[in-house]
């Protein structure tokens, strides 16, 4: 027995293989859509991961440069102490309870008697070492992380030398 | 395929941003690079100190040449160092291979010097 012109009408649309289905382009067209969505999905994400691992890292980077700046202008004010102060030159004058200090004339035997460990202490330091060397000996102080070196003239032998203070 | 080069162009912003700031210098090093420049100065005055020929050549205190008494100390510090009296006399540079090289983040200081200033600049080698 023949379908009736009433049942194929009432069926259609639900089978679209039994005839002209308008569904068909307009699947086609969102697949599309849906696959360069997926893909700007995928670069925006990508992005933002490179974006997140480089910022962390200027963070992180920018916390230790502040460390290390810190470390840095600590051993500058003790190397500059020592200098103006701790190991410098100072002779009598004639006017009485008056000395002289001597500008970068630093004595090597005024270094043992500083008590380098309460000197790190008070500037906030892990470890400190002072040396006073001559030109072209070794860079003294080893296994410390921040080193400078002042230019200074050594009082006993009266030669051209260098104030090194390392610290950690 | 404009937005793998937008990315890449984003990606390669990002990556040279932090190299680009981590090229300046930071305080504590400018203030450390003024001071040996300062100290530099002074040991020489006390070693002997500078002295102006007729010939406007910068020497040392002594009448020796200021490179063979400077050499040694500024070599040990990693810097150069570069002296100029003025237009007419020549600079000197310690140590001399500094001459060829173009000062990079220096500091700079007048000295006078019997009614002449001298320039000295100091920049990390």
Same mark, same amino acid.
């Given at each position: 027995m023949a379908p009736t012109r009433q049942y194929l009408a009432s069926r259609k649309g639900r089978f679209p293989a039994f005839g002209a289905s308008p569904a068909a382009p307009n699947s086609r067209k969102g697949q599309v859509l849906a696959f360069d969505a997926s893909l700007a999905v995928i670069i925006m994400l990508f992005t933002a991961y490179i974006a997140f691992s480089v910022w962390s890292g200027i963070g992180i980077r920018a916390h230790e440069a502040q460390e290390r700046e810190a470390q840095l202008s600590r051993t500058i004010a003790v190397a500059d102490y020592l200098m103006k102060e701790g190991l410098v030159h100072k002779s009598g004058s004639p006017y009485a309870g008056i000395s002289v200090s001597h500008s970068h004339?630093? #004595?090597?035997?005024?270094?043992?008697?500083?008590?380098q460990a309460s000197l790190a202490e008070g500037a906030g330091l892990a470890g400190l070492c002072a040396e006073l060397l001559e030109t072209g000996q070794g860079p003294g102080?080893?296994?410390? #992380?921040v080193c400078i070196r002042r230019p200074a003239v050594i009082y006993e032998t009266g030669e051209a030398g260098y104030l090194v203070v390392c610290s950690k | 395929m404009e937005a793998l080069l937008s990315l890449l162009a984003a990606a390669s912003l990002m990556l040279l941003l932090p190299l680009a700031s981590s090229q300046q210098p930071s305080a504590g090093s400018r203030i450390y690079q003024y001071q040996v420049l300062q100290d530099l100065l002074e040991v020489m005055d006390r070693e002997g100190g500078l002295s102006e020929a007729a010939d406007d050549w910068l020497y040392a205190g002594d009448g020796t040449h200021l490179e063979s008494q400077l050499d040694p100390i500024v070599a040990g510090l990693g810097f150069c160092l570069r002296l100029e009296a003025g237009e007419t006399s020549p600079a000197v540079n310690?140590?001399?291979?500094?001459?060829d090289s173009a000062p990079r983040d220096p500091v700079s200081t007048f000295r006078a010097i019997r009614l002449r200033h001298v320039n000295a600049t100091l920049w990390k080698r």
């Open positions: 004339l630093l #004595e090597r035997g005024k270094l043992p008697p500083i008590d102080c080893g296994g410390y #992380e | 310690s140590p001399a291979e500094c001459a």
